[in-house]
């Protein structure tokens, strides 16, 4: 069984840095994409940062040049370096990652509060 556990959300003020992590366990054999989603109140999930096959990254245009998103493969964990933080991104924040055990899965984050508030 796959799961996946978040840390590193908190309160920060504005102009502020914080550090997220999503650590994977489980039986796996090879991860093949993973990414940080955010969902502010009465607003749609949206994708924010992804990484592909360890080296394709992408970003959202409202984050980018303040976000970095990285991958620890030896410790299969996924963690996005959030500076420059705005009030804007004050939103529940989701890892989801995709590969394989024995068969392809995908998993969910429990989810990790960040608000970005003087």
């Known amino acids: 069984q796959v799961q996946l556990v978040e840390s590193g959300g908190g309160l920060v003020q504005p102009g502020g840095s914080l550090r997220l992590s999503c650590a994977v366990s489980?039986?796996?054999?090879?991860?093949?994409?993973m990414a940080w989603y955010r969902q502010a109140p009465g607003n749609q999930r949206e994708l924010v940062a992804s990484?592909?096959?360890?080296?394709?990254?992408k970003y959202a245009d409202s984050v980018k040049g303040r976000f970095t998103i990285s991958r620890d493969n030896a410790v299969n964990t996924l963690y996005q370096q959030m500076n420059s933080l705005e009030p804007e991104d004050t939103a529940v924040y989701y890892c989801?990652?995709?590969?394989?055990?024995?068969?392809?899965?995908?998993?969910w984050g429990q989810g990790t509060l960040v608000t970005v508030s003087s």
């Open positions: 990484i592909v096959n360890g080296a394709d990254t």
């Open positions: 989801k990652v995709q590969g394989w055990t024995h068969r392809w899965f995908e998993r």
């Open positions: 489980g039986a796996i054999a090879s991860i093949h994409a």
